[in-house]
């Protein structure tokens, strides 16, 4: 078993920046891909941004290149979604998830196994 909690979220400008941190305990953390979703009202969960073990791959959703990075530090047991430029199309409630490392960039939320809560991100124009 893996435990995700994510946090970090909060009420930001449009262009403004905000950085998620989603906290691991359980199981061996670098024994896992990690990625973030979001979800906005009634839309489905979308691929955000994914790492792979060692933090040396990441992967990122088109709407969110160039704005966004993704890193981790396995020291910590913690993954970081550094969201810069944002845009009210970002608003959304923020997932992490963990997957087994043969997942690690995919963009489909039924191949990660474990979800934290989610953070509510809203970006205000």
């Known amino acids: 078993q893996v435990q995700l909690v994510e946090s970090g979220g909060g009420l930001v400008q449009a262009g403004g920046s905000l950085r998620l941190s989603c906290a691991a305990s359980?199981?061996?953390?670098?024994?896992?891909?990690m990625g973030w979703f979001r979800q906005a009202p009634g839309k489905e969960r979308e691929f955000v941004a994914g790492i792979n073990w060692s933090g040396g791959r990441t992967y990122f959703a088109d709407s969110v290149k160039g704005r966004f990075t993704i890193s981790r530090d396995n020291a910590k047991n913690t993954v970081y979604l550094q969201m810069n430029s944002l845009k009210p199309e970002d608003t959304a409630v923020y997932y992490c998830?963990?997957?087994?490392?043969?997942?690690?960039?995919?963009?489909?939320?039924?191949?990660?196994?474990?979800w934290g809560q989610g953070t509510q991100v809203t970006v205000s124009s």
């Open positions: 359980g199981r061996t953390f670098s024994s896992y891909a």
């Open positions: 998830a963990a997957a087994p490392v043969y997942y690690s960039g995919s963009h489909q939320p039924f191949e990660y196994n474990y």
